[in-house]
């Protein structure tokens, strides 16, 4: 079994940033990844680190929830969240691959800013995005994050997760008004994603940002789950009933592709 071993000429020119521990957890992880199952000693021999050292990282990395120990003889493995972990950054990457050119078309049919966002526990975060070529538009930068129940991508995502969670997140937090239109009554929040639900889209009427508009559709996955949503946003002042409308059936149409691409079956 090849074992985990490390330069002495690198370790000594090891940047001053670097921290030691963070290095050694990969380490474990890379070691176990390659055992399977390992034993303190087994650890111990793999990295050359004595066993007391190696016993605190393991059960720290146990007690963290990414290491199980098999009861029967004691040895470590790495848990299903490593894999989970690992699912949604492969995910994410196959999912900005495929909506971009998408977006970018959809982008160019409507004039609009088309974004991208999947769900952080409940925020929305912002993968991928085309901005409109319009002075007056809404440009939310990659990696931005905002509050799911005030925004058409979050209310997307946040309609496909099981009612009994969107309830214990009202009853541990309150919804916080960041413009006159946000919703901030549960029952009424909870009635918004009865009806998006129902309609296969989200609508964020001025919730966010006063004089900005967004419509959001959620992507499916190859298990019919909600991993991402896109959205259209617009200044109020640009947004006509008849434009709305239009923009709407474009941009489900434009998820729906993306789903199919994903694997859905929509």
């Given at each position: 079994m090849s074992q985990v071993t490390r330069n002495t000429d690198v370790e000594a020119k090891t940047p001053y940033f670097v921290i030691n521990s963070v290095i050694r957890t990969l380490d474990i992880i890379n070691c176990l990844s390659q055992r399977?199952?390992?034993?303190?000693?087994?650890?111990?021999?793999?990295?050359?680190?004595?066993?007391?050292?190696?016993?605190?990282?393991?059960?720290?990395?146990?007690?963290?929830?990414?290491?199980?120990?098999?009861?029967?003889?004691?040895?470590?493995?790495?848990?299903?969240?490593?894999?989970?972990?690992?699912?949604?950054?492969?995910?994410?990457?196959?999912?900005?691959?495929?909506?971009?050119?998408?977006?970018?078309?959809?982008?160019?049919?409507?004039?609009?800013?088309?974004n991208l966002g999947i769900l952080d526990h409940y925020e929305v975060v912002y993968i991928e995005k085309c901005v409109s070529h319009n002075n007056l538009r809404m440009d939310c930068p990659i990696g931005g994050r905002d509050p799911a129940y005030c925004t058409a991508l979050g209310k997307a995502l946040l309609s496909f997760q099981p009612e009994e969670k969107i309830k214990l997140f009202l009853v541990e937090n309150s919804l916080q008004g960041k413009t006159v239109n946000t919703i901030t009554e549960p029952a009424a929040f909870l009635e918004e994603l009865k009806l998006i639900r129902q309609n296969g889209f989200a609508v964020d009427r001025e919730e966010l940002i006063r004089g900005i508009n967004c419509i959001a559709a959620p992507i499916l996955n190859n298990e019919n789950k909600a991993i991402a949503a896109m959205s259209i946003s617009a200044p109020k002042v640009r947004i006509t009933k008849t434009g709305f409308e239009a923009n709407t059936q474009e941009l489900i149409v434009a998820t729906q592709e993306i789903s199919r691409q994903m694997g859905a079956k929509v």
């Open positions: 399977g199952e390992a034993s303190v000693s087994d650890v111990s021999n793999c990295l050359k680190i004595n066993k007391s050292t190696v016993h605190r990282f393991l059960a720290s990395m146990k007690y963290a929830g990414f290491l199980e120990q098999n009861q029967e003889n004691q040895k470590y493995r790495l848990s299903i969240k490593l894999f989970e972990i690992g699912n949604r950054v492969i995910e994410r990457v196959s999912i900005s691959e495929i909506a971009k050119p998408i977006m970018q078309a959809l982008a160019e049919k409507t004039g609009e800013t088309v």
